[in-house]
């Protein structure tokens, strides 16, 4: 159960722990949050997860109770100082390190684990959401997320072509993982409450799950830096001769010339993938 709003407070001072905006320390005092993201989650003895910013160890304690084993990275010196003297010591489960998520995006689990198949569950910093999200896509593919996320984030991950917050992480995302659900989540939920909107997210991988290659993805991103444009001329200009290839196939195909990239589905893009492997 996670700490009540008092609590939380009261243990916050006992830590000597003023709250770090930058560090996005919003944390859960919301029981019904707890238990939907272990339910929505399905984890028990034999699963592998990884937590990012375990923060005072709300979920951390959740999901160590279901008999999962935990990989977590928490980058704060003093929340990292607390979970190792009353966390640490009574969950042999746990692998817990002080670090930077993008440094370690999977929180140091173990390559075979990674492979025989491990789940995320996490309340995200929200500053670094984005770049850590493009980390663990372009790494051993999780079989299923389940994120805190800011709304905006959110509805960007989950957006549809030819909405305006489409965009290189929306392909990235949903070229690998369906939106099985979406949950807005009220502010009070968190201690400080957040001055933004926040969603529960719950992602799992598709069958046919398809990875952007380093190339792949930097040449969506510089497309997207102009998403006003037509795509044609972008890819003209682009240094990178398969993305004129691709376009010039689009056209072929019945994708009108004059298409702006927020407009083109996310199959037309999942192509451009296959071009730069
Ligand atoms: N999991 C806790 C909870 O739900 O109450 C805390 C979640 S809080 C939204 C985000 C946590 O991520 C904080 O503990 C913060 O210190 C940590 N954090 C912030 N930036 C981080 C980073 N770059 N790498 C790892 N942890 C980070």
């Given at each position: ?12 001072d ?20 707890v238990?939907k ?7 028990g ?46 969950q ?29 569950v ?47 992480i ?6 690998a ?28 991988r ?72």
């Amino acid at each position: 159960m996670p700490l009540s709003p008092t609590a939380t407070r009261e243990l916050l001072d006992q830590l000597e722990h003023f709250p770090n905006k930058k560090l996005g320390q919003n944390f859960l005092v919301d029981g019904n949050i707890v238990r939907k993201s272990i339910e929505l989650a399905e984890i028990g003895e034999g699963s592998h997860v990884v937590e990012i910013g375990p923060g005072l160890g709300t979920l951390t304690k959740a999901i160590l109770s279901t008999g999962a084993e935990l990989w977590a990275v928490e980058r704060d010196a003093t929340l990292a100082e607390h979970l190792r003297a009353n966390v640490l010591p009574k969950q042999p489960s746990l692998h817990l390190i002080e670090g930077d998520c993008l440094d370690y995006p999977r929180a140091e689990l173990p390559e075979d684990k990674a492979t025989e198949g491990f789940r995320i569950v996490a309340n995200l910093p929200y500053a670094v959401s984005t770049p850590w999200m493009d980390a663990v896509l372009s790494g051993e593919l999780p079989e299923r997320m389940v994120l805190m996320l800011q709304k905006e984030a959110g509805d960007r991950y989950a957006a549809p072509h030819g909405s305006k917050t489409f965009g290189g992480i929306s392909i990235f995302l949903q070229s690998a993982y369906e939106v099985h659900s979406k949950h807005l989540v009220k502010a009070q939920c968190f201690h400080p409450a957040p001055k933004v909107d926040s969603v529960l997210l719950r992602l799992d991988r598709k069958e046919d799950a398809i990875r952007f290659s380093p190339a792949a993805r930097d040449c969506v991103r510089r497309i997207f830096t102009q998403r006003r444009k037509q795509l044609g001329a972008l890819c003209k200009r682009d240094s990178q001769a398969e993305a004129l290839e691709w376009f010039e196939e689009l056209v072929d195909q019945g994708v009108p010339k004059t298409i702006r990239p927020e407009a083109l589905a996310l199959e037309h893009w999942q192509a451009l993938a296959e071009k730069l492997k």
